[in-house]
């Protein structure tokens, strides 16, 4: 029986492209909550924010950013999801990370790049999502843009619980942003939290936060607000999960379909 699970959302902003300094101040953030968190999850590209330039940025696949992680979720007894800039095979990645506080390490790499921001040019997309058992939790980490793309996100048979979403979503598309995570919690009968940064980077964008928790019913149950550095924690309910699938069992009649590579 899955217990109960603590989410913190950490909605802050990002020092643009300066690694050390992001990792020496979300390693505050986040040993402020030792102990009253199980899953920490950070916006996306935490150590740089969104930029291009990955040749100066990216950080080896088992590099610093990995090894830091795995000291925060060790010493701080806690899973911390995010992304980072990573190279591997002279390729670049905007990769994804579930870390345990047992140094286990599952990654993700980002499928659907954000072509108007010309991230498709420098990254390379990954082909295979992310779920991960925790706490008898299933959890499936997405990225930022692939929150646009149901059929990426479709939960097949209730194989996650809770899905994540990390991100640098502009403060344009705030809209969109609630409106999705609302959608893909109710059409996939799960939790969905979204985490999305503050403040302005190195190009000018503006991002608001409205890091949201949304229950599988498509309730809003913890919101960051906007604008604003905050952290968040709400604890999820396995039990209201189950009660729904099985009062109201609509993932019975969903379509089958294959993705393409």
């Known amino acids: 029986m899955a217990e109960n699970l603590r989410v913190s959302m950490i909605q802050t902003h990002i020092i643009w492209e300066d690694l050390n300094e992001n990792l020496g101040y979300y ?15 950070l916006p996306e590209t935490f150590t740089t924010g969104f930029s291009m330039n990955v ?31 990573a190279k591997e095979n002279g390729k670049f990645y905007n990769r994804a990370f579930f870390i345990t506080p047992e140094g286990e390490a599952s990654f993700y ?9 010309q991230e498709d040019l420098h ?6 999502r992310l779920i991960v058992s925790y706490k008898g939790w299933n959890i499936c980490l997405l990225v930022c843009y692939d929150l646009r793309f149901p059929v990426w996100s479709r939960n097949v048979n ?46 000018g964008f503006t991002y608001r936060g409205d890091s949201l928790i949304i229950s599988p019913k498509g309730k809003k149950i913890a919101d960051a607000g906007k604008r604003e550095e905050v952290t ?21 009649d969903a379509d089958t379909f294959t993705i393409l590579p």
């Open 158 to 203: 209730n194989e996650y619980d809770l899905l994540v979403y990390c991100a640098n979503w502009p403060e344009a598309r705030k809209k969109v942003w609630k409106l999705l995570l609302q959608a893909r919690a109710i059409e996939n009968m799960a939790y969905v939290c979204g985490v999305n940064r503050v403040g302005i980077d190195g190009k």
């Open 109 to 117: 790499d980002k499928r659907h790049l954000f072509q108007m921001g």
């Open 55 to 85: 040749e100066e940025l990216a950080d080896d696949a088992d590099g610093v950013t990995v090894a830091t992680v795995k000291k925060w979720a060790s010493n701080y007894r806690m899973a911390i999801a995010g992304s980072f800039i």
């Open 232 to 252: 968040r924690t709400v604890t999820l309910s396995m039990d209201e999960v189950t009660e729904l699938r099985t009062k109201f069992p609509a993932w019975k």
């Open 27 to 41: 390693g505050e953030l986040l040993r402020r909550i030792s102990g009253k968190t199980d899953l920490a999850v």
């Open 123 to 128: 990254f390379t997309p990954g082909n295979k």
